[in-house]
């Protein structure tokens, strides 16, 4: 869909209860008025112009403010926008959304996935220190996703979302300190992105367990950061062993960790890992197999760009196909080092054990 903008007698249609703008990138702003519709139930998305506020054509957060029947997703867009934080956040009044799902605020609009532009409109760049205090959500909320928001100060209300299931901090690069999750007991999705000012994570070494995360993702960030984040453990006592609080971690996906040059051991504890994602860290060396032989409940090993993979016998002996009976699939995406062609035709039969390896442990 191709629309620009939202009509502005948009306002005069107070019975509407779903304003049918998904998908509509184009949009560049929400006009005066739309904060009247207080009938309506789904509103994906709310852009805020760069006059927001002042222009007598488009809308400010405040049109927010009596939409207390918005239900399921809401992204809001172009926070950089915003003249006045304090007070146009608490005009947004977020906090008597009971029915919000999912909450996404963006700073920045353009390609999210194309780390070396700068995004958004006249290339805005924020980097002051930005308080998302007043910008408080309903209790109910169970998804949550900053986006490019510079120098992101974690709210005091972030522990108290113990219904949150789904936690996003994606491209906020200045942002230095991660908040304690030991509040979040229904946590099963975190993503850490491009935070790249985030050397480590010391609130995640402490704390407690968190039985229910099934999906880790980390990309962009430091081998600090990982180490510390698979270290979440608790100690029983001086003479037991720790715990692992990421015991049903079944999704970890690793993306250009620059400084990682062998898997930490931190994953050899991951009882219940079965899907391994690793993508463009250029200096990890796989070769070992001492890396290999406690994934034993690894079901889908997916490697991309992986620049220390060599197209030899030995690499792909390296994985665990026929002695781990779970693993299935075995995914090798963009080498382009020569010799992976013939290699490949070569070990194609090693490759089919992958997904055979079930059926052949089950007849010996």
Known sequence: MGFERVPPSIGKLKLIRDLGISGCVSL???PRGIGQLTSLEYLTTFVLAKDNGVSKHSGG????RYLNNLREDLEILNLQYVKNPASEFEAANLKEKQHLQSLSLAWQLGDRYDNDSNRGPDNVENDEEMSLEEFRPHLNLKEL???????????SWISSLTNLVTLQIDDCKKCQYFPPLE????????????LTDLESCPNLTSMPLIPSIRKLVLKNASKKSLEDILKVKISVSQSTSSS???SKLQILTIENIEDLEFLPEELWHLPSLELLAIEACEKLDLSDDMQWQYLRSLRELQLVNMNKLHPSRRDFNMFPLCTNSQLKVVIIWNL????WKA??????SVLKNALNCQKDAKTT
Not at 61 to 64: Q, V
Not at 145 to 155: D, E, H, T
């Open 28 to 30: 560049t702003h929400m």
């Open 61 to 64: 957060l405040g049109e927010l």
């Open 145 to 155: 996703i900053v986006y490019g928001c510079g120098r992101l100060m974690f709210p």
């Open 183 to 194: 509040q979040f007991p229904s946590l099963k999705r975190l993503m850490i992105v491009n």
């Open 244 to 246: 692992i609080s990421l």
């Open 336 to 339: 382009y080092r020569s010799g």
């Open 343 to 348: 290699s490949l035709h070569y070990n194609l």
